[in-house]
């Protein structure tokens, strides 16, 4: 069992972000990415679409034999509970984790970009209250900006127009300093939007995912002490050329294959 590979899905490349803050934390582990680009972006879909796409993507894994799945998008981690208890498979998804950490900070309100999905569907906040009454966190949602990313080719001037009016509708009505990446391609841009926003404490939720994966795995004694190198094996649905160059971009090692799934 503690050699076994950890999955990470994701609608897309979104994920690799994920994929990179565990291979930091957790050298030794396998990796399996399964990313269903033909399908982004998820984030403008209907709730019974996210659903039906997750478990596509969840049986194939269990052909797998993956001793955990980590879910690398929020907008799945918002429909988690209607898809989980099918599974007999421990799953993590990327929310709760991260709002556990915002819980701790002193900050009165907390922005959140994010898909349209995510930003409408409240899961933040509603976690969030159930921690730390006292913070809001306050939403918008980004309707191009997953798939500008995932298509692997955008200009700052690109992104700067996506990211315009909800950074701007963000700042308007609050005072905010603080602002989660509330889907997984956000934080592939980070550098970006850290140049366009220089004051703005961006919190990218892939950090407080992996922990929580190592934890549950030091908890379990389920952590893979093996001395061999670790590998990442890649699934998509989509073109497999791009992936290339986000892996070596984001500077993650290991890549066995990236193979292209039905
Ligand atoms: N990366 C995904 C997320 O974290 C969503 C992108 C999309 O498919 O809309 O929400």
Known sequence: MKKRPIAIIDSGVGGLTVVKELQALL???NLIYFGDNKNVPYGSKSREEIVILTKKMLD????KNVKLVGIGCNTISTVLSLVAPQYAIKIIGIIDPVVSYIAKLSNNKVGLIATPFT???GYYNLNLSNLNKNIEIVAEGCPKLA????CGVYTEEEVKEEIAAPMAQLNANHAL????LGCTHYAIITDHLQKLYPDTVFINPALSQALAIKDYLTENDLLNNSETNS???VFTTGATEGYQNFITTMNITGVNSIIKVE
């Open 27 to 29: 050298p030794k582990e």
């Open 60 to 63: 194939f894994l269990v052909d």
């Open 119 to 121: 930003a409408k569907s």
């Open 147 to 150: 798939s500008l990313i995932d």
């Open 177 to 180: 300093d603080t602002i989660i």
């Open 231 to 233: 590998e990442v094996n």
